[in-house]
């Protein structure tokens, strides 16, 4: 493979078309998406299999699926594409005062416990760095890592972080909430395994609280009776309320949604209801000043 012919097909048209292909999964609709002639599309996506010398794409009756060689490009081409758009809303930025853009990623539990304190505080000393701060569950966290899609991301100490570095944000504790007059709701403590005969409401499928309750019931030898998901920690207690069933929540997402509900919290015995939160960085060295600014303040003085 030619590097100056490679150079010459990587133009930013054709990558955008090459992401939106795998995301449409047709390359009649990707053209559509991008405003570009089908067959001017076909002849772009084709100019760059043979620069790169290998397909990207399986053409099947089902759609277009990556390739081996497409997925490595498709992860590159992710991150080429955010770093572009990086650099327009940061030079827009500065055109309003601003002088730093961060783009942060983190899992719900830290949204509502944390972040909005420490964000103030770091807002409160640098007025002029912008925060773009984007929820997802733990996994995409990390999967949003590295595809380069963010700086700093936030994510349950119990997700695979895979090669990026990572280190401890803080702890919280998870809970179990029911509505007062409940069997359970004068215990002080209950073990998660004596919880298992009531319905429950959990959150997404998703998310890192739903995946450890489903594993502690499966290790208990019975199957978690999830009445309904829902996607919040507002719509739990809401739906607990209701006599849906009762949920699991971090302890101070509790005591933001659920007091004002009339609900009780039960703390829970169980050593994974006590869990870690990861601040992760693809690496440390490449992060901006005003990345590494954010990543120090959150990161406190933990070690």
Same mark, same amino acid.
């Given at each position: 493979?030619?590097?100056?012919?490679?150079?010459r097909? !990587?133009?930013?048209?054709?990558?955008?078309l090459?992401v939106?292909?795998?995301?449409?999964?047709?390359?009649?609709?990707?053209?559509?998406?991008?405003? =570009?002639?089908?067959?001017?599309?076909?002849?772009?996506?084709?100019?760059?299999?043979?620069?790169?010398?290998?397909?990207?794409?399986?053409?099947?009756?089902?759609?277009?699926?990556?390739?081996?060689?497409?997925?490595?490009?498709?992860?590159?081409?992710r991150?080429?594409?955010?770093?572009?758009?990086k650099?327009?809303l940061?030079?827009?930025?500065?055109?309003?005062?601003?002088?730093g853009?961060?783009r942060?990623?983190?899992?719900?539990?830290? =949204?509502?416990?944390?972040?909005?304190?420490?964000?103030?505080?770091?807002?409160?000393?640098?007025?002029? =760095?912008?925060?773009?701060?984007?929820?997802?569950?733990?996994?995409?966290?990390?999967?949003?890592?590295?595809?380069?899609?963010?700086d700093?991301? =936030?994510c349950?100490?119990?997700?695979?972080?895979?090669? *990026?570095?990572?280190?401890?944000y803080?702890r919280d504790?998870? @809970? *179990?909430?029911?509505?007062?007059? $409940?069997?359970?709701a004068?215990q002080? #403590?209950?073990a998660?395994?004596?919880?298992?005969e009531?319905?429950?409401?959990?959150? $997404?499928?998703a998310?890192?609280?739903?995946m450890?309750t489903?594993e502690?019931? #499966?290790?208990?030898?019975?199957?978690?009776?999830?009445?309904? $998901?829902?996607p919040?920690?507002?719509?739990?207690?809401?739906?607990?309320?209701?006599d849906?069933?009762?949920?699991v929540?971090?302890?101070?997402?509790?005591?933001?949604f659920?007091?004002?509900?009339?609900? #009780?919290?039960?703390?829970?015995?169980?050593?994974?209801a006590?869990?870690?939160?990861?601040?992760?960085v693809?690496?440390?060295?490449?992060l901006?000043? @005003?990345?590494?600014?954010?990543?120090?303040? !959150?990161?406190?003085d933990?070690?």
């Open positions: 493979m030619q590097l100056n012919n490679l150079i097909r !990587l133009d930013l048209v054709t990558l955008q090459f939106a292909v795998h995301e449409e999964g047709s390359l009649t609709r990707a053209a559509a998406r991008e405003s =570009i002639a089908l067959s001017a599309a076909s002849k772009r996506l084709n100019e760059l299999e043979s620069a790169l010398g290998s397909p990207l794409f399986l053409r099947q009756a089902r759609g277009m699926q990556l390739t081996p060689a497409g997925e490595t490009l498709l992860h590159h081409a991150r080429m594409l955010f770093n572009l758009e650099i327009g940061e030079l827009g930025e500065h055109l309003q005062g601003v002088r853009y961060v942060m990623l983190a899992n719900l539990s830290a =949204i509502i416990q944390f972040l909005p304190e420490d964000l103030a505080e770091f807002s409160g000393h640098h007025v002029q =760095i912008k925060v773009d701060l984007e929820e997802r569950p733990s996994n995409g966290v990390v999967q949003g890592l590295l595809d380069g899609v963010a700093l991301g =936030i349950s100490g119990d997700c695979d972080t895979r090669e *990026l570095h990572a280190v401890r803080t504790q998870l @809970v *179990l909430v029911v509505r007062e007059g $409940h069997a359970l004068d002080p #403590r209950v998660f395994a004596d919880t298992l009531n319905d429950f409401v959990g959150l $997404h499928s998310s890192s609280i739903n450890r489903v502690a019931a #499966r290790r208990a030898g019975k199957v978690l009776r999830l009445r309904i $998901h829902v919040s920690f507002d719509a739990v207690c809401r739906m607990v309320q209701a849906m069933g009762v949920g929540l971090p302890r101070k997402a509790f005591e933001l659920g007091g004002a509900l009339g609900l #009780r919290a039960v703390a829970l015995s169980d050593d994974w006590e869990r870690e939160l990861l601040l992760v693809r690496e440390l060295e490449a901006s000043p @005003v990345s590494r600014m954010l990543f120090e303040h !959150l990161r406190g933990q070690d």
